[in-house]
Structure formats: structure tokens, C-alpha cells
């Protein structure tokens, strides 16, 4: 139990080192590695692992530091994740970092790769522009083109070509990688008091920042701890948190949601890593193509994903089931338009589906969790008491 | 501090022109009105990197979600249809278009004229510069759960040029998706030499529009390039870039423009001719539409005249060179989509504000910053400061929204301008001494 402590403890300072120091420490150990950060949701990390890179999330400040300068950056008006990348990037927490990734999302962080252009932070700031097409002979094409050009901005840094069997190296660590936490999260289903969604959102968190190959260690150790009992049940209901899109909840709030009788078991907190829904064909002789193809056909729903073809609230009914939720949350940052307007079409499908919701909204630095905790509480004690006369079977 | 401009309060003379483009609008309503009884099919699309020219060759009739919201705005009506929106579940921060619009189709989806808009046959997403657009069309589609689907995806100009393979893509996208769903939905089939000929058309307009807004190069400017702007653009931005009357109309404009050069008149406002210029100003950002008559007042009182906004290129940018090209029709349509305002990079968009602030001799540049519009207010405060630096150009900065009237604040507005206005007078002091 001690060592799951030090593992949680651990991965929890790494989690929120704003100095990024697992990962400087990691570049200046060999020559020609990389430092390469990106913006949430997701980004093809596979790609700059083979490349000899480190991909590195940059998630914002939270509530661990001021932002000043950024909200000279920013109206009142938008949302609060940016203005602590500004922050971070203008005190030079980025002094190492090579490049930068800004996945199309929306608007915000769009307009953010242009500020960092202006700015000349990082040697390359790539905006990944994610098709909206999913037929690989058009989609599929422009999104190999674009991993293709992010390949070329690290060779200029690093003189890596990256081969065949690199690429299909970093496809299987990856694919470990996302098999453990799905696991992980397999097992809380049943098992919830095993390891709390705080010290979960720790362990996914850190992944982000260190070595793949380092993270899949702790995994296995989560992984092996989580399999034999410990801990007690508690009375309380099993819900998804669904909303948070990119910007992260504070820490605060993921324990305020179990602390008043809930047990997250499924969430969108961090879902780029998660984003591809089973493995990457691995061994592959274009793995491109294979990352490609995964993107188009195996990416998790999302407000960033145009879901025509398969309705995102289909697949959140779908996510219910399968975790055998008894209600949902939905949490989302303020000024979010992506998640935001996601919002009305899921309470419809959940009031048509007779699943018990609540929704509030949030932002990062976020520091009263009072009415959500008497929110959430009400929310937790009413299935409990009533939920054979409302939920259907 | 002194109101500058007397305003002519005899009844505002019409210009041909305006009268050419309400008999343009008004034929329009009245064939989507009667689209049912013609067989007519409608495509609901949005503005920026619109496909007016293939809704054209495919007989069809468009229908623009944001044009309903902007009119539903000055119609004094948008304020109800956001809180039936925010009814069903829509949060107060977001995009108050999309929330206008649906609160109008939750009410009846009754247009200015004051009769019903069809139903759409296709759902045309050409997705252009606006992450939120893509939303809106889900949102659409969960209204209208039968109807046809096409998306087009634009690329951004993330390094500021369009690369082939970009255009590549686009040209895949209409040729594969985007047609065939046309030819469905209207059951012609695609003719590309009666493309050719409406993108010819298109090529004339564009050339027309940019000569009209260059010619805010003369000193009084001739015509206002923000407020009287955006019903410049209305004929290019509502369906009709691409018909002969859209070319017709803007040979008229054009033609009345050079007469007022000759005759040294400023702009006309609702109120007359403006009698003196006394600030030329570059606006970045949207209108507020929920006000727009008074927020056009506060600036022609004080004498104050844009000679160039980023809003009038939000349905195309012709300043940099692009016109349409008949002999390239697929090519040049996803150019087109690619060269839209707000799916320029920041840099970009600096520097093509830079250049309307040097050629048409600006003495300030302002933003008006929308609540409600990422795709535009994200980064603003950036190029505002950036601009400043390299021009020395002074700046100002006021905030409203684009229909939400609760996100109008008169006396807020009104203040910042007059210390606005104030500083350029200071700065021509300063400079005449």
C-alpha cells in the first residue's frame, strides 16, 4: 500500500510540475532529443516518440499560479485555459521545448498557435488541422500529411528520418499504454474504492509529461495493486463526468464529486489519452496510414470531432451502459463553446433516455466547490433513494 | 467634446443602388417563400467560404443561418429567440448566432419578411474559419434529423499560404462529397461549363468590390467601409456572388461611388450625407446588429468615417490578389473558402490590417470585441498591441455582441469612443504643431 503512495505521490508532483523537470532532465540526457509541447485534446504522440521526441501536454496553470500577464492577453470573455499557456510561455517556462502542437479544436486554441507564431515561441508551432472527412482516400490523406509535416519540423531540429520499425516501435509502447488505463479503468468499474478519480487524474496526468516507457511501468504497478482488494465500498452512486473537453477541472472539483457520494467512473478529464479506442494496427508498413486510419475509425466521440455519421450522444448512451452508470455529470469550462453547445443535445437524448443528470460549469482555477458539492450530494442522494421509480432497467 | 459632422436631416435620397438590392432580397424571400409550390430546392449554408456559385449551377436557393440571426438582431427579435435557447439547455457564454437562430426555428423560423423560410434539403457545411459553425450544424441536424448532409472541410491557413495539397483536398472533398450530394438533393447533374460561366460572374463581382472598397482611398472617403459596408457585401454574402444581377448591382454601386468622388461627398449614413470628416478609421471585429443604427450614430457624430473593416471580408478577401478563376471552377472555389478572413492566421490578418491602415490612410484603428465570437475575439488584444507597435498607430478597443441586446451597453461604448476620438484629435494636434 505504501508503494501505491509513493507511486500516487509521485505521479501527482509530476502532474502539476509547471517546470516541466521530468522532461528537461530526459532531453538533456542524450543528444538530439526533443521537447515537443501540445495543447489538448489530442495529438498523434507516436509520432514524436519514433521521431525521438517527448511529447509533452500543456494543460494550463490551473490553480497553481497567478495569471497576470495572460489576462492582458485575453478578453473576460474567453476561457481560462489560454491565458496560463501565455503565462508560461512569456516567464519562460518553455525556455527547452523545441516545438509546439496546437490540435484543431477550436477557435481559442487556434488562434493561440497564431499567438505563439507572433510571440516566436519554440523553434516550430504546428497547428494540426484534424480532417473532418473520414474517408482515408481524403481525410485519411490529409491527416498523413500532416503528421508528415510535423515529421519534417523535427528532422530540421534533430536530423531523425524516422523508419518503419521506429514508428512501429512507438505504436506498440502507445497501444500498452492506452490497454493500462483502459484496465485501470475496467477495474474501478467494479472496484471503485480501489483508487480514488483524484489519484486516477494524478496517474493519467503524469503520463503526459514523462517517457511513455516510464509511464507503462507505473501503469503495471497501478495495474497490479488495483487487482487485489483494498480499501472499503461506500454508499455511493456510479457516474460519468462528461464536459470537461480541454480545459482541466480543478483538482478540487474531481474530489468535491466523490467526496459527496459519487464514484467517477468514466470521465473525459484527459481523453487524449485515451482518444483511440483499442490499438493501432501495429506492425504496419505504412504506419502512418495505421495511425491515420485509427484516427478516422477509432477516435473516442468528442466536441471537437464533427459526428455526423456516428452522434456523439449515441455513444454516450453507449459509455453508460457499458460502465453501468446511475447518473451523469455534466461538467464544462466556462466560455467553451465547443462543450457548451454539445450540452443541450445530451440532456434531450439523457431526458429521453430517462438518465438521471446534473450539469454546472466550471473553470480551472475554480475555488468554491461549496454549491457543487450540495449540488452533486442532492443530485447522489436522490438515486439512492429513488432511482427503481425513475431509471429505466 | 464638440459633435463634429452635421448630419443633412431632409429625407435620405436612395440610391439606385439600394434600391436595386432591395429588389434583389425582396425577390429572393419571396422565391424561398413560394420554394414548396417552384420545386425550388433550399440549402441552408453560412457565409464565410460559401458555395454560392454551385448552389447556382445546381438551380438551388440558399438559405444563410447567420444572415437570419444578424436580421432577426435589428429586428429587435433576437433577445426572445437567445432566452428560447436558453431555454432548452444552451449555456449564456456561447455563440448568441447560433442560439438566435435557433430560438427563431423553435419560434416558427419566420424571416424578415415576415413569412415562414422553407425547410432545408440539404445542410451544406462549408466549414470556413469558425470551429462553432461545425456545432451549429449538429445542431441543425438534430432539427431537421432527415435531411441531407454535406460537409466541406477548409483547411486553415495555419503558415499562411495554401498549399496545393490543401486545395487538393478541398477539390477531393467537393468532387467526392459535396456533388454528389447537390445532384442527389436537386437531381441536375453537375455542369462544369455553366459553373464556369456563374464563376465568371463571380470574377467580375469580386474585382467590382474591390475597387469600391479602394476607393476609401480618397480623402473625404466616398463611402463608409464598415456600417455602410456590410450592406455592401450583403448581395456577395447572401446568395447572389455569381448571378448577373449581383455584377449589375455592383457596376451601379461602383459607378455612384466615382460620382461622389467627383462631386467630393463623404459617406451617407441613416441621416444624411456626413459633412465632415474629421477621423478615418480601420475596425476589426463584427458589428453589433441589436444596435446597429445607434452604434453607427456614435461614430458619424463625431465625424468619424472606416475606410476599411476585417467584418466586409468575412464572406471573401479580394484585397490580397484572389478573384475567382473560371478556367480552375473546383480549384478556385477552395481558394476561395481558404482566403476568407477569419481562416487567415493571426500573422496574417495583422498584416492585411496593416496594409488598410497604411493605403487608406487611417488615423486610428479600433476593435469591436464580440462576447460571443472566438473565431474573431481570440487573439485580438495581440494584434492590437502588435499593431500599435509597428505603426505608432494609435487604438482603441470597445466590447458588444453580435445579438444578444443584454451585451449592449450604450453609455459603456459611448464613453470609450469619445476618449477615442479624443486621442486622435490630441494626436493631429500634436501633429499640426
Redesign the interface.
Known sequence: MNSLNNVIEKCKALAFDLDFKRAREWKSEKKDRVLIGYMPIYVPREIIHAAGGLPVGILGVGDKKQVIKGD????S??CRI?RGIIELALDNYFVNFDGFIFP?????I??????F???RVGTFV??L?F???F?S???G??YH?EMRQILNEIKKINGIEVSIEQLNNSIKLYNKNRRLIEEIYNIRQNFPWRLSAEDLYYIIRAGMVIPVEEHNDILEQVVDYMSKENGKPMDKIKVMVIGSFCEQPPIGLIKTIEMAGCYIVEDDFLLGSRWIQGDVKENSDDPLVALSNAFLTQSTFS??V???ENPKEKRLLELAKKRKVDGIIFA?P?????A??????Y??TCDDKNIRYISF?FSENTGQFKNIKEQVGAFSDSIKLWSEELIES | MAVASKQNNAEVKKEKSMIIQKEMVGKLFKELSSAKETGKKIVYTFVPGNLSELIHAFDMLPVYPEINALQSGMRKKSGDYIREAEK????E???TY?KCDIGMMLSGNIGPTGEKIPDPDLLL?S?TG???F??????L??LYPEVE?A?L?T??Q?DGKVTP?MTQ?MV??LK??VIPKMEKVSGIKYDESKLKNILENSRKTGELIQNIFDTTKNIPSPIDAYFAGVYYIGPINIGFRGTPEAVEYYKELYRETLERIKKGLGPVTPEGEIDEERFRLVVEGPPNWTSFREFWKLFYDMGAVIVASSYTKVGGVYDLGFQHDPERPLETLAEYCMNCYTNL???Q??ELLEKCITDYHADGFLVN?I??C??F??????MMR?LEEKLGVPVGFI?SDLVDPRYFSYANIKNRLESFFQMLEQRKLIALH
Not at chain 1, 492582458?72 to 478578453?75: G, I, K, P
Not at chain 2, 432548452?88 to 449555456?91: A, D, R, T, Y
Not at chain 2, 461545425?134 to 445542431?139: D, G
Request: one cysteine or more; charged letters at 20%.
Open positions: 492582458a492577453f485575453y478578453q470573455y474567453i489560454p484543431s479544436i477550436c477557435d481559442v487556434r488562434n493561440l498557435s497564431g499567438m507564431q507572433i510571440l504546428h497547428y488541422d480532417p473532418q472527412n474517408q482516400d481524403i481525410g490523406l490529409f500529411n466536441s471537437s464533427y459526428d455526423i464544462a466556462s466560455f467553451c463553446d465547443p457548451l453547445l454539445d450540452l443541450p443535445v440532456q434531450n460549469q | 432548452i439547455g444552451h449555456s457564454d456561447v455563440c447560433v457545411l466549414y469558425c470551429f462553432t461545425m456545432k451549429w450544424f449538429e445542431s441536424e438534430n448532409i460537409m472541410h483547411p486553415y495555419k495539397e483536398y477531393k472533398q467526392e462529397e492566421n493571426l500573422s490578418r495583422i470585441s462576447k460571443s472566438n473565431s475575439s481570440a487573439g485580438q488584444l495581440l502588435t466590447e
